[in-house]
Nanobody
């Protein structure tokens, strides 16, 4: 089992920045992929960025390229999502996801961007 706890959400004005954190615990070495998703009200959940944990590549959705950056602190078993140049359409609940050998999800953290 893997447990994920997100933090760092909040309210920010358009153009501002937030950094989300996802702390992982449990059977960490089973994780082969980490990702961040978001779900806006009335919309489907969508993947924002994914990284393969064994040194593989990183993939960003077009909507966040150049604005969002995923990073990891292996010593803290934590994945971060740095979000810059936030837009009102980024308003959503953000979820951390870990895969290995099944999907694990955090509880989500709300991000609200006001215009």
């Amino acid at each position: 089992q893997v447990q994920l706890v997100e933090s760092g959400g909040g309210r920010v004005q358009a153009g501002g920045s937030l950094r989300l954190s996802c702390a992982a615990s449990g059977i960490i070495n089973s994780i082969i992929r980490m990702a961040w998703y978001c779900q806006a009200p009335g919309k489907q959940q969508r993947e924002l960025v994914a990284v393969i944990t064994n040194g593989g590549g990183t993939h960003y959705a077009d909507s966040v390229k150049g604005r969002f950056t995923i990073s990891r602190d292996n010593a803290k078993n934590t994945v971060y999502l740095q979000m810059n140049s936030l837009k009102p359409e980024d308003t959503a609940v953000y979820y951390c996801n870990a895969y290995g050998p099944r999907d694990f999800w955090g509880q989500g953290t709300q991000v609200t961007v006001s215009s």
